[in-house]
C-alpha cells in the first residue's frame, strides 16, 4: 500500500488520553486503504460541527468545510447533491449530532441520502467544560447539573433506526481496527450511514473501565434483518448497564434521496432563451 | 376612460386571486398597462379577499382609494368597499346574494344572477368568478374573442365549463362603456417574485432552496414548478437552519445558489449569514418584508427589516443589500446580487415585501441594460493552493472540489490562508482586513451603477425620500404635484457619494416609508444627511396615491 501523508501542520491539541486520537487514527487508516483501492483523495469532503471532535479536520489534509455547531448535515448534504460523485464524511459530537442538530438528523436518514455520519459521543460536553449531552445517563453530574440529570438519555441508534437510516454501526475509542473496517463499509455504504463512536473523553467523563467491562464484538448477528438489528440496538439504551454490541447493527438496500432527486443537465438549456419564451407567454 | 380601477372580492376559495389574474390579462391585451393589488387574509377558507386592477395607458404600480367598477360575488365585497364607488361607478354583482342597501342613485348597476347561472349550469361555486368577469368584459365592451385568448392561457382544466358560464354572464350584461384599445404593445404581467425569480436565473442560479414562508413562498413555487424548464435544483428541506447550511455546502462546491425567506426564517438564518461572511462563501438571501414583531400580519407588507438585515449575524463582515422598486430593478438586481455574491464571496440580500412580491406588474425588459453572468477568479495552479490566498481586493481565486492537488478547507474559526482553524493576534487581524477590504472593490465597482435614483421634477427643492416597493406611488404623486423624488437602490455598502448629489438642491427632504420607526432616515443619519419630515405607515398596507398625497399636501403646504 503507498503510504501517503495525511496530516497537516495543525498542532494537535487534544488532551492526553483523549479518544478522539483512535478516531483520527481509524480514519486514516480507512482513507489511506480506499485511496488505495481506487477512490481518489481530492473526491472526499469532511465536515465538522464545533466542538473537540471537530478539531479532526484541522488535523487532516483532505478537502473539509469546519461548519458551526449543531449544522455538520445540512452542509453534508449540500455538498452531496451539488455533485453526487464526492464521498462526503460528516464528523459530528453527541451534543452537535443529537442535540443542537438532531432535526437535521432525522431528515438527512428519513431521506436515505448518502452521507456518512461519524459521531463523537462522548456523552458530555468537553470544549465547554463539562456539562450533560442527550447521551449522559440519568443523574450525570455536570456543571450545568449539579444535583444530576432528571432526564435520561435518548438511544440514538433506535431513534435513526426508526428515522429511516439504512447503514447502523457501534465502534469505541479503543478498537482502532474495528473502527476503521467500520469507517470503510460506512463510507462505501450507499444511503445514509451511521457510526455511533463511544469515544471517552479522559478529562470529564472518563468511561474507559466502563465501556471495557462491557462491550463485546457482534457474531452471528444479520445486519439486514430489522427485528435482530432492534434487538441488539435495544440491549443497551445508553443508561442502565448491560452489554454494549459493537460493530455492523443494521444495513439495508434503499434508494437513496439523490438518485431520486433528478438532477437537471445543466448545458442542454439555453436560459435566456427561455427567459424570453416565458416572458412572451406572460402577455 | 384612460385609467381606472377594477374592484373584485369574495371569500377566500372564491379565486379572486385567478379572477384578478384573467381581468389584468384581458385589460394587458387591450394595449392597457396593469397593475392587480392583492389582499388576502392568513387563512385557507373564508375571510374576505379583494384584489384591485388598476389600468392606464401608462405604466402604473400602486392603487387609488375610488374606483370605477367593483365586481362583488359576496355581501362583504358591497358593504366593505362601497365608500369606493363615485358617481362615475359601475357595481356589478351577484344579484342572488348581494343586496345594494344605502347605495347612491346616481352609480351604475348590473346585476347577474351569479349563484343561479353556478346552479342551472352545474358547475363548482369557484366559477362564480367567471361569470362575472364575462359580464364585466360586456359592460366594457370588450371583445369576447379576447377573453377566450386569455382563459385559453389561464385555465388548463375545465376550460369548456369557464367559457359557457362566462358567456351566461356576458349575455346577462350589457355595454355601459366602450373601452377603445391602445394600439401600445402588450408587455409581459408578472408578479414581483417571478421578475425576482428570473433576475436569478439570469444570474446564472443553479439551485434554489427554501421553506416556505409569506410573501416569498411563490419564488419556491414557481421556481420548483419550472425547475425542468431552466434547469435547476430546487429544495425545500426541514428548516431555514437546513436551509441556510444545504446552501453553504452547494456554495462551497462552486454551485451558485439562492435562498428565499421573510422576517422570522431569516431569523433561523443568521448564524448561517455570519458563516458566509467568515467562510466567504457565495450565497443570497432574498427577505421578503411583512409586518412583525414576531408572526405580525403575515399576509401584508412592512419594510421593517432594513437594519435586521444591516446588522444580522454576529461579527463584521462585507455583505451587498439592494431593495429594488419595481420589477424592472427587480430582475436587473436578483441577477447582479448572484453576481457579486459570486464575484466577492460574499452574501448578497434582496429586500423585497408583499407589495412588491405579490403584486403584479408589467415588465420592459428592452428598458434594462444587458446583463452578463459574472464567474469568479479561479486557481492559476502556480502555487501551492490556498483558499483564503490574501489579495490585494481580499478576493481568493477558487479551486473546486474535486481538484487534483488542491486542498480546499473552508472553516468558521478564523483561520490562516489554507484554512486551518488559528487564534494569533497577527493573524486574526490579517484576516479580517481580507474580508473587509473586499466592501472597497465593492463599493468601487457598484459606482458603476445607478444605485440611487432619481425623478420627477429634478429642479424641485422638495424631495420625497424612499425605497422599495414605496418608489411606483411616490413617483406618480411627485409627477402630479412637481416634486423630486430620491430612490437609493443600494442600500449597503451605502452609495454615500450618488445620495449626496441626489440630495444637491433639496432643502426639504420628506422620508416615506412602510415603518414605524423611519429605518431608511435613521441609516442616512449615519452618513450625514437628515430628513426634514417623515411620512410613516405601518398598518400593513401599502400607501394609496390618495392617500399619500393628502400626507404630503399637509407637509409641503
Known sequence: MSQINLGTYAQNTWCPGCGNFAILSAIKMALTELNSEGLPLENIVLVSGIGCHAKIVDYLNVNSFYSIHGRVVPVAEGIKLANSSVKVIGFAGDGDAYGEGLEHLIFAAKRNIDITMIIHNNRVYGLTTGQYTPTSPLGFKGRSTPEGTKESPINPLELMLASGASFLARGTSRHTELLKDIFKKAILHKGFSLVDILQVCFTYFNLYEYYDKRVYNLENHNPKDYSQALNKIREWDYNADSPIALGLLYEKDAPSFEERFITPDQKSVNRDLKIEEFLKSSI | ?557
Open chain 2, 1 to 557: 376612460m384612460n385609467d381606472f380601477s377594477v374592484l373584485i372580492g369574495g371569500k377566500a376559495g372564491f379565486g379572486i386571486d385567478k379572477a384578478s389574474n384573467v381581468i389584468g390579462r384581458i385589460l394587458n391585451q387591450t394595449g392597457r398597462r396593469v397593475y392587480i393589488y392583492r389582499d388576502y387574509p392568513s387563512l385557507i377558507r373564508g375571510g374576505h379577499t379583494f384584489s384591485i386592477i388598476r389600468s392606464s395607458k401608462n405604466k402604473v404600480s400602486t392603487h387609488l382609494n375610488k374606483v370605477e367598477y367593483i365586481l362583488a360575488l359576496n355581501q362583504d365585497t358591497f358593504n366593505l368597499h362601497k365608500d369606493k364607488l363615485s358617481n362615475s361607478s359601475v357595481i356589478i354583482y351577484d344579484s342572488d346574494s348581494v343586496k345594494l342597501e344605502g347605495l347612491s342613485p346616481e352609480i351604475k348597476t348590473l346585476a347577474v344572477p351569479v349563484t343561479r347561472i353556478i346552479k342551472e349550469e352545474n358547475v363548482s361555486e369557484i366559477m362564480g368568478n367567471t361569470c362575472i368577469i364575462g359580464a364585466f368584459i360586456k359592460a366594457c365592451g370588450i371583445e369576447w374573442k379576447v377573453l377566450e385568448s386569455v382563459f385559453g392561457k389561464e385555465f388548463v382544466k375545465d376550460m369548456d365549463s369557464n367559457l359557457k358560464v362566462a358567456l351566461r354572464g356576458y349575455n346577462e350584461a350589457s355595454e355601459l362603456i366602450k373601452l377603445e384599445p391602445f394600439s401600445e404593445n402588450s408587455l409581459p404581467l408578472l408578479t414581483g417574485n417571478q421578475a425576482l425569480s428570473l433576475g436569478l436565473v439570469k444570474g446564472g442560479l443553479k439551485t434554489f432552496i427554501a421553506y416556505p414562508m409569506t410573501p416569498t413562498s411563490p419564488i419556491l413555487h414557481f421556481l420548483a414548478e419550472h425547475a425542468d424548464y431552466f434547469n435547476l435544483k430546487v429544495i425545500h428541506p426541514e428548516s431555514e437552519i437546513g436551509v441556510i447550511l444545504m446552501a453553504l455546502g452547494f456554495s462551497y462546491m462552486g454551485e451558485k445558489v439562492a435562498v428565499g425567506t421573510s422576517g422570522g426564517g431569516f431569523c433561523l438564518m443568521t448564524e448561517g449569514l455570519s458563516f458566509a461572511g467568515m467562510g466567504e462563501l457565495p450565497i443570497v438571501i432574498i427577505v421578503g418584508q411583512r409586518p412583525g414583531p414576531s408572526t405580525g400580519l403575515p399576509t401584508y407588507s412592512a419594510q421593517t427589516e432594513l437594519h435586521f438585515v444591516l446588522n444580522a449575524g454576529q461579527g463584521e463582515f462585507t455583505r451587498f443589500i439592494v431593495a429594488p422598486g419595481d420589477l424592472e430593478e427587480t430582475y436587473f438586481w436578483s441577477a447582479w446580487a448572484m453576481n457579486l455574491s459570486s464575484k466577492y464571496q460574499i452574501p448578497s440580500i434582496i429586500l423585497t415585501d408583499k407589495n412588491l412580491g405579490e403584486g403584479t406588474f408589467n415588465f420592459d425588459a428592452g428598458s434594462l441594460p444587458e446583463i452578463k453572468e459574472e464567474m469568479p477568479v479561479s486557481w492559476n495552479r502556480e502555487s501551492p493552493y490556498k483558499r483564503y490566498q490574501n489579495t490585494e481586493s481580499g478576493v481568493s481565486p477558487l479551486a473546486l472540489v474535486p481538484t487534483k492537488d488542491a486542498i480546499i478547507k473552508v472553516n468558521s474559526y478564523e483561520h490562516d490562508e489554507f484554512g486551518l482553524t488559528t487564534e494569533e493576534p497577527n493573524q486574526t487581524v490579517l484576516m479580517q482586513d481580507k474580508r473587509l477590504r473586499k466592501e472597497k472593490y465593492l463599493s468601487r465597482e457598484l459606482d458603476n451603477f445607478e444605485t440611487v435614483k432619481v425623478y420627477g421634477n429634478i429642479n424641485s427643492s422638495t424631495s420625497l425620500l424612499c425605497w422599495g416597493s414605496n418608489k411606483g406611488v411616490c413617483v406618480e404623486l411627485a409627477e402630479r404635484l412637481g416634486l423630486k423624488v430620491i430612490q437609493p437602490v443600494v442600500l449597503c455598502p451605502f452609495p454615500t457619494r450618488k445620495f449626496q448629489d441626489a440630495v444637491k438642491g433639496t432643502k426639504k427632504l420628506i422620508c416615506v416609508e412602510s415603518n414605524a420607526t423611519g429605518q431608511l432616515a435613521l441609516l442616512i443619519k449615519m452618513f450625514g444627511f437628515d430628513v426634514n419630515e417623515q411620512v410613516l405607515k405601518y398598518d400593513g398596507r401599502p400607501f394609496s396615491l390618495d392617500e399619500l398625497e393628502k400626507r404630503i399636501e399637509g407637509i409641503v403646504k
